[in-house]
């Protein structure tokens, strides 16, 4: 098939390899630019442990912090990848969603042991103080990126939607969703989607794109990219 890869240029290199080994051919579409903010060191006296809720989390936190010998716990597997990567030391996966992720930490870590760091972005999704705080943990979000939207549809998906050889569009997050509908919309493009196909990490994925008119919609069985690239395979 013909995808579009909406994900970030950072977030996309090895899916696009994936796919291409899957015998697809990857359309790079990025709706997201991920910028990093400029402060100092930070200061970890006290923490525990580190949450990662995604991969731009984890190169952010590198950007501003050379700690590599605190435990990252990760939400997800390629969010666990990146951490180790970029030289963590000890990595553990919830395999999952932020609620996954919250009941990993609640299960291997104490309160009483620290605080707990969030390396996040301007917006987050779910709600892991929330998860967390109410259970005794000194929970601390450090805003340390922010994910621009894309103004306009990237060339390459209008082009290829308007020709109609597009064949799915893999959307990996909620917001990402969104900025797509509202492309789609602004760019007068709703009725070229009745023969595309799209692919959703998750159900909350899948409700930001339900007003539009699709070929079919497929969600994933579980919030990780295996379970994602699984869908193309059926």
């Known amino acids: 098939m013909r995808l579009l890869v909406t994900r970030p240029k950072a977030d996309s290199g090895l899916l696009m390899q994936l796919l291409e080994r899957q015998g697809h051919e990857a359309l790079l579409a990025p709706l997201l630019d991920i910028r990093i903010c400029d402060g100092d060191e930070l200061a970890l006296d006290g923490v525990q442990a580190i949450l990662l809720t995604s991969a731009n989390g984890a190169r952010a936190f590198a950007v501003r912090s050379s700690e590599r010998d605190l435990a990252a716990y990760c939400v997800g597997d390629a969010t666990a990848r990146e951490a180790l990567r970029l030289g963590f030391e000890e990595v553990k996966s919830a395999s999952g969603d932020v ?29 892991l103080a929330g998860l967390l705080v109410g259970d005794g943990y000194a929970y601390r979000r450090e805003v340390l990126y922010e994910a621009i939207k894309a103004e306009n549809l990237p060339d390459v ?3 290829g ?74």
């Not at 609620?99 to 709600?127: C, F, I, N, Q, Y």
């Not at 709703?190 to 079919?216: F, K, P, R």
């Open 161 to 234: 939607l308007e020709a109609g050889t597009i064949d799915g569009v893999l959307l990996y997050s909620p917001r990402t969703a969104a900025a797509f509908a509202q492309l789609i919309d602004r760019a007068g493009l709703g009725t070229q989607l009745q023969t595309v196909q799209a692919y959703c990490l998750s159900q909350a994925v899948a409700d930001q794109i339900e007003n539009l008119t699709w070929g079919a919609v497929h969600v994933a069985e579980r919030p990780e990219q295996a379970s994602l690239l699984a869908l193309l395979e059926k």
């Open 157 to 159: 998906a209008r082009a």
């Open 99 to 127: 609620t996954a992720l919250a009941e990993l930490v609640k299960a291997e870590l104490k309160p009483a042991d620290g605080a707990v760091v969030h390396p996040a972005g301007t917006r987050v999704a779910g709600d």
